[in-house]
């Protein structure tokens, strides 16, 4: 299984953007989790989506991010909306065989490049 994470890029604050993890090697079996690691700071979870599309969230971003799979693309969405500082990070997208979905990084077999999202006026 390979993962591309694509979509990062600088915004204002309060702007949006949308994160694609294209996958390869992949099956609508798979969880996959969206993952941000900023400067100095632990990578944390951010969402995640079961196979049969249960999405999970962070609580700061709750209400502001979505996460979506187009299963037929092979593809994970992170729509990012009303943007804040505190989110520029580099994100990474991660996947793994298994039931539900983890906001933590121990289940995630593959992972792949993070995407930098700045967010700054």
């Known amino acids: 299984v390979q993962l591309q994470a694509s979509g990062g890029g600088l915004v204002q604050p309060g702007g949006s953007l949308r994160l694609s993890c294209a996958a390869s090697?992949?099956?609508?079996?798979?969880?996959v989790g969206w993952f941000r690691q900023a400067p100095g700071k632990e990578r944390e979870g951010v969402s995640c989506?079961?196979?049969?599309?249960?999405?999970r969230y962070e609580d700061s971003v709750t209400g502001r991010f979505a996460i979506s799979r187009d299963n037929a693309k092979n593809t994970v969405y992170l729509q990012m909306s009303n943007l804040k500082p505190e989110d520029t990070a580099v994100y990474f997208c991660?996947?793994?065989?298994?039931?539900?979905?983890?906001?933590?990084?121990?289940?995630?077999?593959?992972w792949g490049q993070g995407t930098l999202v700045t967010v700054s006026s």
């Open positions: 991660a996947a793994y065989s298994g039931f539900g979905c983890s906001m933590i990084q121990l289940p995630y077999e593959y």
């Open positions: 090697g992949f099956t609508s079996a798979y969880a």
């Open positions: 989506i079961s196979s049969d599309s249960d999405a």
